[in-house]
C-alpha cells in the first residue's frame, strides 16, 4: 500500500483587528522545510528507529537559522516534547510566540546535539502591488486569522477568496515570495482583484480550542463559511463580485460555499467529483505507474489497501475498530502509519476528515451551484489524476442551471501552479527531491491569464 498523497506536500515555514476582538498576535516560526525521517535517513545517522522529522532547507535570517539548525539535522524535541512527525512540530511551534525560549535536540551525521535560541516572529508579507491587511474571525472557539491584499488606490475591488487544500499548513506567505501561489496572488491583484485568504484552526497565529489535525472536514467547511461572512462585510470590496478559488480539497469545499452564499463566480484547480474511496483506488493506479510500479505490484497494492479503505471511508468504523483487523494492523505496521493511525491520524489528517468527504455527494452539490463555474485541470496534475472530473463539473453544473459553467485544461501545469515542459520532467523533478527549488522561478502565468480573462468576462 505504499502511497504517497500528493495533494501538496506539508512545508513548514516554521494589522487590522476589529474593536470586539483581541489583538490576535504574532506567532513564532522556524523558517524550515521537513519531511518525514525513513528508514535510510534514520540509519545513517545512527537512529535505531525513524523518529523525529528531516530538515531539507532552512530559510536564511529565521529562527531556525539564528539556532544554529542546519539542512540535512533531525530534529526528535523541542523544548522537551519528543517530535516523531511534522505534525508533532507544526503543533508544538505554534504555541511559541516572540521571545520564547527555545532547545531543539537534533541528530546531525550521526552526533546528538542541543541548539538553544530565542523564537522570532514570523515576518508580515509585504507587497508593491497592495496593501496587505492581517485581521481575525472569532466563532466557535476560533479566533483565525485572515490575509486581505486589497490593489493599492482601487476602492470597492472584485475580490478572489482563495480556498487552499488538505494540509495543516499556514496560509501566511511571508518566506514564500516566490511560491508559485504567491505569484498567482500577486496576478490577481495586478489585475484590480484583492485577494482573500483564512488560516485553518490552530495554524498560522490562529488560536483554536480544537487543532486543524483533529477536526473533520464539515468543520474546515465551516472555517471557510465564517471568512465568507467576514469577506462580504468589508468596506474595501465589492460585494456583489466575490469569486471563490477552490485548489486541490479547496475545491471540494468550494460548491458548498457557493450554494449557501451565491458568489458571483466559483473557481476549481485540480479537483474531484467522486468518492474518496474511488478516489483512493484510482490514486494508488495512476500515481503508481507514473513512479514506475509494476503493473503486478500496483495490483497488489490496491488489494491489500482496500478493506482498510473500506473499514475507515464506507464501515466508517473507529479506528480502534479498525486496528482489531489483524490483516490490517500489519499492513499499517508494514507502511510505519501504525502508530500515527492510532493517535487518529491517517495522511497528515484525522482519519474522520477523510470519511466526511466520503459522505459527500459531490454530483449533488455541484447541481446546488447558480454561480458562474470555471473548472480548472492542469495538464500534468497527477494529483487530480485527470481532467474528467473538471468535464463532470461542467456537466452537472450546466444540466442543471445551462450554461453557466465552462470547463478548460491548462497546458503544460501541474498541481501546484508550476510550468513544466513535459510529465517526464515533472516526475524526474520530484524523484530527484528539487521540485521545491524548481517551484519558486517555474510559476504558470496562464493559470492567472486565465482565471483574470474569465472574471472580466463575468463580473
Avoid at 466557535?140 to 470597492?156: S, V, Y
Avoid at 496572488?185 to 480550542?209: F, L, N
Wanted: aromatic share 10%.
Amino acid at each position: 500500500m505504499k502511497i504517497s498523497i500528493l495533494l501538496l506536500g506539508i512545508t513548514l515555514l516554521c494589522t487590522c483587528i476589529s474593536a470586539q476582538e483581541a489583538v490576535l498576535e504574532r506567532r513564532a516560526a522556524l523558517g524550515l522545510r521537513l519531511t518525514q525521517v525513513n528508514d535510510s535517513i534514520a540509519k545513517a545517522n545512527g537512529l535505531d528507529e525513524t523518529k523525529g522529522v528531516y530538515v531539507s532547507n532552512v530559510l536564511e535570517g529565521t529562527t531556525a537559522d539564528k539556532v544554529g539548525i542546519k539542512e540535512a539535522d533531525i530534529i526528535t524535541q523541542l523544548n522537551g516534547i519528543n517530535i516523531n512527525s511534522t505534525q508533532d512540530i507544526v503543533t508544538e511551534i505554534g504555541q511559541y510566540r516572540n521571545g520564547d525560549k527555545l532547545k531543539v535536540v537534533l541528530y546531525r551525521n550521526g552526533k546528538r546535539l542541543i541548539a538553544k535560541g530565542i523564537a522570532q516572529a514570523r515576518p508580515m508579507e509585504q507587497s508593491d502591488l497592495a496593501e496587505v491587511v492581517y485581521s481575525s474571525v472569532s466563532y466557535k472557539g476560533n479566533q483565525l486569522r485572515t490575509i486581505l491584499h486589497h490593489p493599492k488606490g482601487k476602492e470597492k475591488a472584485p475580490v478572489v477568496f482563495f480556498i487552499q487544500g488538505y494540509p495543516c499548513q499556514s496560509i501566511d506567505l511571508a518566506y514564500s515570495s516566490q511560491q508559485p501561489t504567491r505569484k498567482l496572488i500577486d496576478d490577481w491583484v495586478a489585475a484590480g482583484y484583492a485577494v482573500y485568504r483564512i488560516e485553518k484552526p490552530g495554524m498560522g497565529d490562529s488560536k483554536s480550542e480544537k487543532n486543524c489535525f483533529d477536526i473533520n472536514f464539515l468543520e474546515e467547511v465551516e472555517v471557510f463559511r465564517n471568512g465568507y461572512m467576514d469577506l462580504q462585510n468589508k468596506p474595501q470590496i465589492d460585494a456583489d463580485n466575490i469569486f471563490l478559488f477552490g485548489h486541490s480539497i479547496g475545491g471540494i469545499v468550494a460548491p458548498l460555499i457557493a450554494s449557501e452564499f451565491k458568489p458571483k463566480g466559483v473557481i476549481t484547480y485540480g479537483t474531484l467529483v467522486n468518492t474518496w474511496f474511488e478516489y483512493m483506488q484510482e490514486l494508488t493506479r495512476v500515481q503508481g505507474l507514473y513512479f514506475n510500479r509494476s503493473d503486478i505490484e500496483i495490483e497488489a497494492d490496491i488489494r491489500n489497501a482496500t478493506p482498510f479503505w473500506y473499514e475507515m471511508l464506507v464501515a466508517q468504523k473507529s479506528n480502534e475498530e479498525i486496528l482489531q483487523n489483524k490483516e490490517i494492523y500489519k499492513l499499517l505496521e508494514r507502511e510505519g502509519t501504525l502508530e500515527s493511525f492510532k493517535n487518529g491520524q491517517f495522511i497528515h489528517r484525522h482519519y474522520t476528515y477523510w470519511a466526511s468527504i466520503q459522505n459527500l455527494v459531490l454530483s449533488a452539490e455541484w447541481a446546488k451551484v447558480k454561480s458562474h463555474v470555471l473548472a480548472l485541470y492542469g495538464e500534468f496534475d497527477i494529483e487530480a489524476l485527470n481532467p474528467d472530473h473538471i468535464y463532470a463539473i461542467e456537466r452537472i453544473v450546466n444540466r442543471h442551471h445551462p450554461n453557466l459553467a465552462k470547463a478548460k485544461v491548462i497546458k503544460n501545469a501541474d498541481h501546484g501552479f508550476v510550468r513544466f515542459q513535459s510529465m517526464d520532467e515533472k516526475i524526474e523533478v520530484m524523484n530527484m527531491g528539487q521540485y521545491w527549488d524548481y517551484m519558486a522561478n517555474h510559476y504558470h502565468k496562464g493559470i492567472g491569464e486565465t482565471t483574470i480573462n474569465w472574471m472580466n468576462q463575468v463580473k
